[in-house]
T-cell receptor
């Protein structure tokens, strides 16, 4: 089955700097790669996603890149702000919409 | 903006007891899911449900688990005889017929089995 690896597990950045989180996946059939943000005590919130027919997608300060050949995708957050502090999960789709999640990255943005 | 809602937010139960976790998916969504997250670990898929049938289930979703859509709005997860290791956060998610992969998650139910 699908296996998604995510790095780093923790990431500390200064406010205003950029943050990059990387994921790899194993199933060549995966074609949908969402990113979720989870704040303490809350459910995962979809922040951006990318499908296999594009290599990059951007939404204001966040962007996602996908390299299907290498089976990896990354989340980029620019001009980080304290409210970006959260746990970020990448995921890849499997059969019947099932999402396989990475282990998560705790992002801490320090003022 | 429509949201997935879940009740209760917290549930404490004794080992061996049955629990039912409730979810109200987004109203025009037709695919429904349950995931769980043990404290500090990744979110794990349990089951997907479409057209009143289970589409896929994981190894975690054994005979102790069942799902049901009892009416037009609710989607439930039942754990028949809870174990200590069932303690986790349980998330419901839903997606549209036209875009199955894009799943929206509820706030979760924190289940503690004593």
């Amino acid at each position: 089955g699908e296996n998604v690896e995510q790095h780093p597990s923790t990431l500390s950045v200064q406010e205003g700097d950029s943050a990059v989180i990387k994921c790899t996946y194993s199933d060549s059939a995966s074609n949908y790669f969402p990113w979720y943000k989870q704040e303490l005590g809350k459910g995962p919130q979809l922040i951006i996603d990318i499908r296999s027919n594009v290599g990059e997608k951007k939404d204001q300060r966040i962007a996602v890149t996908l390299n299907k050949t290498a089976k990896h995708f990354s989340l980029h957050i620019t001009e980080t702000q304290p409210e970006d502090s959260a746990v970020y999960f990448c995921a890849a789709n499997g059969s019947w919409g099932k999402l396989q999640f990475g282990a998560g990255t705790q992002v801490v943005v320090t003022p | 903006e429509p949201e997935v809602t879940q009740t209760p937010s917290h549930q404490v139960t004794q080992m061996g007891q049955e629990v039912i976790l409730r979810c109200v998916p987004i109203s025009n969504h037709l695919y429904f899911y349950w995931y769980r997250q043990i404290l500090g670990q990744k979110v794990e898929f349990l089951v997907s449900f479409y057209n009143n049938e289970i589409s896929e289930k994981s190894e975690i979703f054994d005979d102790q688990f069942s799902v049901e859509r009892p009416d037009g709005s609710n989607f439930t997860l039942k754990i028949r005889s809870t174990k200590l290791e069932d303690s986790a956060m349980y998330f419901c998610a839903s997606s549209r017929l036209s875009d199955q992969e894009t799943q929206y998650f509820g706030p979760g139910t924190r289940l503690l089995v004593l």
